[in-house]
């Protein structure tokens, strides 16, 4: 839903913000580029004419309230809108391990992405303090013991598991295994071999009867879209504890219409996989999902990711008030990065999701090692003032940094760009246009 969906509705809002007046021409002219972009994304065609009808209602119908503009109001009346179909504004509650190891079994049709986000699980689990483990309960899969042991090889979690054997029996030693080795959250990943929604769910209800388990949760693949739904709602018949993660939103073409789908069937979605490294899932926050779709930043995930990867309020400041180095702009790219892909970083600013050219992100995620060689063969005032480096600066920085000239030029124009883009923010905050989670 990030990927399409995201680039089609915030395409949609930006033309909206660019009409000199919010007239009604302007609102039905948005509405019909959120309708396209909805059904692209195989959102169903109810909850489509739904969000039509309240924004019609509120920003043409309605008065505009004292203090509001209707292209306030209708943006408003949008993003709550998305937010409704998603499930409302309260995020998910996460299950974690109190007095007794918390057991969390993954269930799935094969090909959901169970192996990949049991691995994810553990690492989300592991950046917060607690000790998982995983359990490969998949004998049927070929590849599935070695792709999970090369995971939490990767994540740096204890691992569990046989080729062969009865896989409930498997799971039972797992537990006990890893519960002796001091695991206090334990990931079974399962086997999903079936197609049958109906013969998937009578294999989880007898896992669930024989583990245990503290939580199921069911893995769905976004690309199926609407077809989610089948699965959702046999899900909710099987078993009263559970919740949904839902994968591969990074680049779904039907990703809204997966969410949206299960949303409906009162299934709670409590994850979501924005992409294939281990640290791409996210608690699903309705809102803040919606917030960062839209190009309007999400302050509170950022400000989250910030106290993970323990960067310094200062820093931020300085990034998003325009008020740093070239040494600065190196050292906050590289903290970013820790905290993840920095185009989905770098989008949870609010004006950077509309405003934030590709080649910018991209230059930078790519050339940051060699970026950070180029710095450390600066001088002072070079860092501090990066328009004095002139042609015969550039050729020696190059020698000193095993670089070509082109590659230090490249550096100091993504660095004029940044620049410039940060001041433009920094204006449009001052006057109130872009709200900031501190003040500068």
């Known amino acids: 839903m990030l990927g399409k969906l995201g680039a089609s509705l915030r395409e949609a809002v930006k033309k909206f913000l660019g009409k000199p007046v919010a007239d009604e021409l302007a609102v039905r002219e948005l509405i019909k580029d959120v309708q396209r972009a909805l059904l692209l994304a195989d959102v169903n065609v109810e909850l489509v004419l739904k969000i039509t009808r309240r924004i019609e209602e509120k920003a ?11 292209r306030e109001v209708t943006l408003k009346v949008l993003y709550e809108s998305l937010i409704e179909i998603l499930g409302g504004e309260k995020p998910p509650a996460i299950p974690y391990p109190s007095d007794k190891p918390l057991i969390l079994m993954l269930v799935g049709i094969q090909g959901s992405g169970k192996t990949t986000t049991a691995a994810k699980l553990a690492w989300f689990y592991k950046s917060r303090g607690y000790r998982p483990g995983v359990v490969c309960a998949d004998t049927f899969r070929p590849g599935a013991y070695d792709q999970l042991k090369q995971l939490s090889v990767k994540v740096g979690v204890p691992f569990y598991g046989e080729r062969d054997g009865n896989p409930l029996e498997i799971a039972h030693r797992g537990i006990e295994e890893l519960k002796r080795s001091g695991c206090n959250v334990i990931i079974i990943d399962t086997a999903g071999r079936h197609k049958s929604e109906s013969t998937l769910m009578e294999e989880m209800q007898e896992l669930t009867n024989s583990l245990k388990p503290d939580e199921v949760a069911l893995v769905i693949d976004a690309t199926i879209g609407q077809q989610a739904k089948a699965q959702a709602d046999a899900f909710n018949r099987a078993t009263k504890v559970g919740s949904i993660i839902i994968t591969k939103l990074d680049g779904a073409a039907k990703g809204g219409g997966a969410l949206s789908a299960v949303v409906a069937t009162n299934a709670q979605v409590r994850f979501v996989g924005l992409g294939e490294k281990v640290e791409e899932l996210e608690v699903f926050d309705p809102s803040s999902f919606v917030s960062r779709v839209l190009g309007m930043g999400d302050l509170k995930l950022l400000a989250e990711k ?15 008030g325009g008020r740093f180095t070239l040494k600065d702009m190196v050292e906050q790219f590289e903290g970013l990065r820790r905290m993840g892909p920095l185009r989905k970083i770098l989008e949870m600013i609010p004006g950077l999701g509309l405003n934030l050219p590709e080649e910018v992100a991209d230059v930078a ?14 001088r002072r005032e070079e860092l501090e003032n990066p328009e004095i480096i002139n042609r015969s600066r550039m050729r020696r920085i190059a020698r000193g940094s095993g670089v070509k000239v082109k590659e230090v030029k490249e ?7 940044m620049k410039k883009m940060m001041k433009t923010l920094m204006r449009k905050q001052k006057k109130g246009r872009l709200p900031l989670p501190f003040k500068i």
């Open 365 to 378: 995620q790519g050339k940051l090692d060699k970026w950070s060689v180029m710095v450390k063969s600066m």
């Open 411 to 417: 550096l100091l124009d993504s660095y004029e760009t």
């Open 60 to 70: 043409l119908r309605e008065p505009i309230p004292s203090g509001f503009t209707r």
């Open 306 to 320: 910030v106290r993970e990867a323990a960067v310094e309020e200062e820093r931020v400041k300085r990034l998003v």
